[in-house]
């Protein structure tokens, strides 16, 4: 009974391609997220969405576009691949409201999709 | 620029001895440390955490430690075992920032039987 799942594991497409990735998550989260590893394995942060509302949009090309129909669905949708967008996808989720100074919170990560831009 | 640095690339340690994993920090508005653990193939998995706070966190075998005027955390794990053999991540957070991570790059535990 998988927290985060994404789909799929493995994407491998041409360059120009329009492609998606799914991700779900099962915990009852409010925020839900979209990372990406590069080449040198930096996990960098790309968007945020608090209760299907976009927060953080760390200055991704514009190619990229985040969809949230629901609190438990953050899809990605990347228009006209390009060879440098090959990298591991990863969604997460964490629980933000609360309203509690530091409160223990941690994000929970999906297992990945590979994506291969050929 | 990178605002949380994991200076060693790697780490090789004999099985039941002491893994120290370090994690610098530049943002002194940091206020919250995770550690995450990855497998190949496998997405970051959640390990430990310490709040500004706290110096000191311990769960079972793995212990972190912060130092603010420093700006470091490290990670203990004793005993290490095989099955540790993974990729550490450190990541620190603001708690006014909705949950986003800032990471360093990794470091590759090896433990060795």
């Known amino acids: 009974d998988t927290a985060v799942s994404q789909t799929p594991k493995y994407l491998v497409t041409q360059m120009g391609n329009d492609k998606s990735i799914k991700c779900e998550q099962n915990?009852?989260?409010?925020?839900m997220y979209w990372y990406k590893q590069d080449s040198k394995k930096f996990l960098k942060i790309m968007f945020s969405?608090?209760?299907?509302?976009?927060?953080i949009n760390e200055t991704v090309p514009n190619r990229f576009s985040p969809k949230s129909p629901d609190k438990a669905h953050l899809n990605l949708h990347i228009n006209s691949l390009e060879l440098g967008d090959s990298a591991v996808y990863f969604c997460?989720?964490?629980?933000?409201?609360?309203?509690?100074?530091?409160?223990?919170?941690?994000?929970?990560f999906g297992q990945g999709t590979r994506l291969t831009v050929v | 620029d990178q605002q949380v640095k994991q200076n060693s690339p790697s780490l090789s340690v004999q099985e039941g001895r002491i893994s120290i994993l370090n994690c610098d920090y530049t943002?002194?508005?940091?206020?919250?440390f995770l550690w995450y653990k990855k497998y190949p193939a496998e997405g970051p998995t959640f390990l430990i955490s310490?709040?500004?706070?706290?110096d000191k966190n311990e769960d079972g075998r793995f212990t972190v430690f912060l130092n603010k005027s420093a700006k470091h955390l490290s990670l203990h794990i004793v005993p290490s075992q095989p099955g540790d053999s993974a990729v550490y991540f450190c990541?620190?957070?603001?708690?006014?920032?909705?949950?986003?991570?800032?990471f360093g790059q990794g470091t590759i535990l090896t433990v060795h039987p």
């Open positions: 969405y608090n209760n299907k509302e976009l927060i």
């Open positions: 943002n002194s508005m940091f206020d919250y």
């Open positions: 990541a620190a957070r603001l708690s006014t920032s909705y949950g986003k991570l800032t």
């Open positions: 997460a989720s964490s629980q933000e409201a609360g309203g509690a100074f530091l409160k223990n919170t941690e994000a929970f």
């Open positions: 310490i709040s500004s706070i706290k």
């Open positions: 915990l009852g989260h409010d925020t």
